[in-house]
């Protein structure tokens, strides 16, 4: 497979999802970027095109980090978006995948966003 047929399957992926949700202030988008090595989350206010919050796996010290495997820091990631919205009154989200399936680190983000008090 060429890489123009891999990054046109990407973007169709990823507009099929985006296709059926969205974001507003009271239920931003949970936004999730998954690399080989990292994770990142956004929420998202589509109606005012902002971005609430973020988090990302760098934000962690090197000492929390240390004998995590990558879904224990997928988790740690999602929890710490979920209290930076509840902080900011915001207890309900949409979760956005992406192109990925809902399976491994990006289900582990989800989970942790739940522990922490947030609602899909």
């Known amino acids: ?63 929390q980090r240390k004998g995590m495997k990558k879904t224990e820091i997928a988790t740690a990631v999602g929890k710490m978006i979920a209290e930076r919205l509840v902080k900011q009154g915001v207890s309900q989200a949409v979760f956005d995948r992406r192109d990925k399936r809902y399976h491994g680190r990006v289900q582990a983000l989800a989970e942790g966003a739940r522990e922490a008090g947030l609602t899909f």
């Not at 936004?31 to 080989?36: N, T």
């Not at 929420?43 to 796996?57: E, W």
Request: charged share 25%; proline share 2%.
């Open 1 to 63: 497979m060429s890489n123009l047929n891999t990054s046109t399957a990407k973007a169709r992926r990823i507009a099929r999802v985006r296709a059926r949700i969205s974001g507003t202030a009271a239920r931003p988008r949970l936004a999730v970027f998954r690399s080989i090595s990292h994770i990142y989350v956004q929420a998202i206010d589509d109606v005012a095109q902002k971005t609430l919050a973020s988090a990302r796996d760098l934000e962690l010290t090197d000492a």
